[in-house]
């Protein structure tokens, strides 16, 4: 056998595999959720993003390490391998790899083969994920804040739930944009039209803000308003009273943070991190975090009433998500501006991919 051919040959076959994937799954360069941090513990993980197979395992300093998840040496799967020394160890002749995916010892031999690495991933473990990196070898700009998870005890109450969804990460997160489906599939009474701004990059702080704001060449944000009739129906069944209703959208390509206000008062706050897995294949991960009135029962009260409207309302997109077919419509009207000009943004993001 020719070494050097063969050798050739796989690079090859494996650049065009990348090539293929990446264009088929169309992500953006961005910030992902690859895994609640409490689906990660001390033995390794098999996971599959972005349409390849990887592996998920924490290092000596229990920090979250994702890579490519067959060996380099004879591709055995690290998943079912195990942590030796700070190390993922494979199962088949115990290579071992750092978190950087360097291979840092091969049984019974000095030397290790230049080839011996495993593609890794930047990671982050904050507000209850673990986070991944996606479009290039580093990250072009930092994860959001999102400082309200980590002020749970003090000022907010938290609610999380995911959803398994046959769509795209974009699908999902431009769905915030289209302001008109409140009404038409929420069921949202309005007694006025739906007013939407669309902010641009310098409008970094807003009256309304607490959150810090995205780096702004990463950064889609909106401003909805408008004056309600009442709640949607949980809202209602509750008792609950409001006039006027405002959410501020702020997204970047792989998440976005929503802050809703009633009457002017910030109520909850959500973060939404997607976990593209193929091509039509996705997880939305939402972190509700309802604002705390200081009234023992007015809190319980607003988190039932907030958790429910939250939860109810994603399983309403679930079956439009899950039935959409990405390759019909055009025929777009005044209210589907916002979700087009979002659309634009995320391709430039597409476009950075490396």
Known sequence: MNTKLETVKNSKLTQLETEVNKKAMNLAA??????????????????ELFGLPLVAWRDQND???IMQRHCSHMGASLAVGKVVDGCIQCPFHHWRYDSSGQCVF??????????????????????????VWYGSE???????????????????????FTDPTTTTPRRVLENGYDYYH????HDVKVSEPIKITLLTTDQQYLAQQSEPPIQKEAR???????????LDPVARAFGFKAENFTLLIDSWCGGQKVT?????????K??????????????????????????????IFHYVVFSLENRIGAKQDLPIYDNINPNVGGAYVKHDLAVLKYREFHQRWVDQVE
């Not at 409490?38 to 033995?43: E, N, P, R, V």
């Not at 019974?108 to 982050?124: D, G, H, M």
């Not at 930092?142 to 002020?151: G, S």
């Not at 409140?182 to 599939?185: C, D, G, K, P, R």
Request: proline share 8%.
């Open 30 to 47: 961005s910030w992902y959720v690859a895994l609640p941090s409490k689906a990660l513990g001390k033995k390794p993980k098999e996971i």
């Open 63 to 65: 920090q979250p390490v």
């Open 106 to 131: 091969v049984t019974s031999l000095n030397e290790i083969p230049p080839k011996a690495r495993q593609v890794n991933y930047a990671t982050a473990e904050r507000y209850g994920y673990i986070w």
């Open 138 to 160: 580093t990250p072009l700009f930092p994860l959001p804040e999102f400082p309200a998870a980590e002020d749970e005890r003090h000022n907010y109450m938290s609610f999380r």
């Open 182 to 185: 409140f009404v038409t599939l």
């Open 220 to 230: 889609f944000a909106a401003l909805i308003e408008c004056s309600l009739e009442g």
């Open 260 to 268: 809703a206000f009633i009457d002017g008062k910030e109520i909850y």
């Open 270 to 299: 959500t973060l939404v991190g997607m976990t593209p897995i193929t091509e039509n294949n996705s997880v939305q991960n939402i972190l509700v975090m309802v604002k705390k009135t200081g009234k023992f029962w007015q809190d």
